[in-house]
């Protein structure tokens, strides 16, 4: 079909546009996307120029036991002002990572005697238990939401201020080795974010904890991917 007329404004448009090209309604169903196959769908261009490659979201969950979100964020959160914004806010926006603490002190550790991952707090050498997740429920929501997966990527163009986009090539990926999570997590293969804030009146707002990995790293946990070139 060529070049598609975004549906919605900013970087949610690329993959509204595909699923409501496909016939998806929105729904808040934590199940793959399109008969069975999970979309995770990236820009390749934008505008003629090559987009920097950003980490891909493999799933988002919040700790299973300890400080909920919120918590944390109320707790290890910082008061700082947004970009392009004039009022500070409570917020924390930040990875977590195995190797090292983030700027809010946070650090992950695979506790493998206990098959958990558990999000700590380091000041100085003292470390602070904060929260966990039971990595047999890490490994159960990687293998439901990514049994079979399609890495769509798409050109981006724009004409009279509207983003337009061409689905050009898909990575299929299926049968994730679980197994690995926990060893991947240790070595920064895969990292967590945090995307939280307090708006000015108090409400609380998130966009989920989400379990990331780099695009060229995903072979690691998916092995190697079938192609597909959907502009021959």
């Excluded at 707002?205 to 990995?213: A, S, T």
């Amino acid at each position: 079909k060529g070049f598609l007329r975004s549906i919605t404004t900013g970087d949610p448009g690329v993959g509204d546009t595909l699923e409501n090209a496909l016939g998806i309604s929105r729904n808040p169903s934590k199940l793959p996307d399109y008969k069975g196959i999970e979309l995770k769908t990236t820009r390749l261009t934008r505008n003629g120029s090559i987009r920097s490659t950003t980490r891909s979201t493999l799933f988002t969950k919040v700790p299973d036991e300890g400080m909920s979100y919120r918590g944390i964020v109320e707790n290890y959160g910082k008061f700082q002002i947004p970009r392009g914004q004039a009022v500070e806010r409570l917020q924390l926006y930040e990875t977590c990572r195995a190797s090292r603490p983030n700027a809010y002190g946070l650090i992950l550790n695979v506790d493998s005697n206990n098959d958990k991952l558990q999000l700590l707090y380091q000041e100085e050498q003292r470390r602070k238990y904060v929260s966990a997740w039971q990595l047999k429920m890490l490994r159960e929501k990687l293998l439901v939401k990514h049994h079979e997966t399609f890495w769509v990527k798409a050109v981006s163009e724009t004409r009279d201020g509207v983003e337009y986009f061409r689905y050009d090539k898909i990575l299929h990926t299926k049968n994730p080795n679980a197994s690995l999570l926990g060893p991947l997590i240790e070595t920064d293969k895969i990292t967590v974010d945090l995307a939280a804030h307090f708006k000015e009146n108090g409400d609380w707002r998130d966009h989920g904890i989400l379990f990331k990995m780099n695009p060229q790293d995903l072979p690691l946990l998916l092995g190697e991917p079938i192609e597909y070139d959907l502009t021959k």
